[in-house]
C-alpha cells in the first residue's frame, strides 16, 4: 500500500471495532478506502444465523427459527451460536434425541439472564423482598402505555442478581423517544419503589437499577438534550482504546452549569420515582396478588401476569422437569 507498485487484484480486507481511533493514513485512497459497518443482525438476519449453526444440531420438527429470531433481539452472532450450543446441552441433559422448542426456550433465558443458581441459599424474607421488588418493576412497566411487554418475571437467583425482570421489545428500536426513556428509568425504580410501599424499608438490592436510573437521566441531560437546558452536549469523553470504557469526562462547562445539570438530572429520576410509586400504591392489591404468586410460584411469564392483573386465576402449577428442592 505504499504506492509505488501497482498490486492489481489484491483485495485486502480488514476488520476492527474501533474505527474511531484509526489513522487517517490508513483510510486514504488506495487503502482501507471503503468501509463496510456490520451492525449486530436484525430479526432476518438473526434467522439465517440460526439456521447455519442448527445445521451442526439435530433439531426437532417443532422448532421455529421465526419465532426464535423475534424472540432474541439484540443478540450478536456469537450470542446466536451460544444459543444452540446451550440448548444442546440442556437436551443432552434431559436425554433427548433431539433439540426441542423447550430446550430453546430455557437456552434463550440463561444466555440472556445468566444460570440459575438454584442451590443458593436464600432466607424466606430475602425472597419475600426479591418478590416485591420483582413485583414492582413487572407492574410498573405493564402499566405504563409503550413500554417494552413483559417476559418474565423470576425470584430464581441468576447470575449475581436475586431476582429478575424481563422486558422484550416487539420490534427493534434504533431511537429513543424521550417517553420511552422516561418510563424506562420509572420501571428501573419500580423495585425500590415496592420496597419504600409495602416493606417500609429499603435494602440493597436497587443499587444497580437506581445506578443505571442515574445514567439515563444524565445521558437524557448532557448528551440527548432531553431536558429545560436544550439541546446541547455537556462534558466531552476521553474513551480508553480497545476497551471503549468511559475513562473521563471532559468538563467543558461552568460550575453554575454543573449545578443546573445536577438538579436537572436529580428531578428526571425524582419525577420517575413519582410515577413508579404513584402506580403501585393505586394497584396495591395487585402488587400484593403478584408477589405472593412470586413467591409460591417463583417465575411467573406474560400470561401470568395478565391473570393476576384481571384477576383470574392461574393455571395449575405444572411440574417442570428440572424442579429440585429450592432451600
Ligand atoms: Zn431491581
Known amino acids: 500500500m505504499d504506492g509505488f507498485e501497482s498490486n492489481e487484484g489484491v483485495i485486502l480486507v480488514s476488520a476492527t471495532n474501533r474505527p474511531d481511533v484509526l489513522d487517517p493514513a490508513l483510510l486514504r485512497p488506495g487503502r482501507f478506502d471503503r468501509q463496510v459497518i456490520v451492525p449486530l443482525p436484525d430479526v432476518k438476519g438473526r434467522e439465517k444465523i440460526l439456521e447455519v449453526h442448527m445445521r451442526k444440531t439435530i433439531v426437532s420438527q417443532d422448532v421455529d427459527g421465526k419465532v426464535i429470531a423475534r424472540g432474541t433481539p439484540?443478540?450478536?452472532?456469537?450470542?446466536?451460536?451460544?444459543?444452540?450450543?446451550?440448548?444442546?446441552?440442556?437436551a443432552a441433559r434431559l436425554g433427548k434425541e433431539k433439540v426441542t422448542m423447550v430446550d430453546f426456550e430455557y437456552a434463550k433465558d440463561k444466555v440472556m439472564m445468566g444460570a440459575e443458581r438454584k442451590s443458593m441459599v436464600i432466607s424466606e424474607q430475602e425472597k419475600r423482598i426479591t418478590a416485591y421488588h420483582e413485583a414492582g418493576h413487572a407492574l410498573v412497566a405493564?402499566?405504563?402505555?409503550?413500554?417494552?411487554?413483559?417476559?418474565?418475571?423470576t425470584i430464581i437467583p441468576r447470575g449475581r442478581a436475586l431476582g429478575l425482570t424481563q422486558q422484550l421489545p416487539i420490534d427493534e428500536k434504533h431511537t429513543?423517544?424521550?417517553?420511552?426513556?422516561?418510563?424506562?428509568?420509572?420501571?428501573?425504580?419500580?423495585g425500590r419503589a415496592a420496597e419504600e410501599l409495602v416493606l417500609e424499608d429499603f435494602t440493597t438490592g436497587a443499587g444497580n437499577d437506581i445506578e443505571r436510573a442515574t445514567d439515563l437521566s444524565r445521558k437524557m441531560v448532557c448528551d440527548w438534550?432531553?431536558?429545560?437546558?436544550g439541546p446541547m452536549s455537556f462534558g466531552k469523553k476521553e474513551e480508553q482504546i480497545f476497551l471503549g470504557r468511559e475513562l473521563a469526562m471532559h468538563k467543558d462547562y461552568s460550575e453554575e452549569t454543573a449545578r443546573r445539570i445536577d438538579t436537572e438530572i436529580g428531578q428526571i429520576v425524582s419525577a420517575c420515582y413519582d410515577t413508579a410509586k404513584k402506580i403501585l400504591s393505586e394497584n396495591l392489591q395487585i402488587l400484593h396478588h403478584l408477589s405472593e404468586e412470586l413467591i409460591k410460584r417463583e417465575v411467573l411469564n406474560s400470561e401470568d401476569l395478565d391473570a393476576i392483573i384481571s384477576g383470574r386465576a392461574l393455571p395449575e402449577q405444572e411440574k417442570t422437569e428440572d424442579s429440585e428442592p429450592i432451600h
Not at 405493564?142 to 418475571?153: E, V
Open 74 to 90: 439484540g443478540f450478536s452472532g456469537a450470542d446466536i451460536e451460544n444459543l444452540v450450543n446451550e440448548a444442546a446441552l440442556y
Open 142 to 153: 405493564r402499566m405504563l402505555p409503550g413500554t417494552d411487554p413483559i417476559h418474565k418475571i
Open 176 to 190: 429513543y423517544p424521550r417517553r420511552f426513556l422516561l418510563n424506562s428509568i420509572s420501571i428501573l425504580l419500580g
Open 225 to 229: 438534550g432531553m431536558s429545560p437546558m
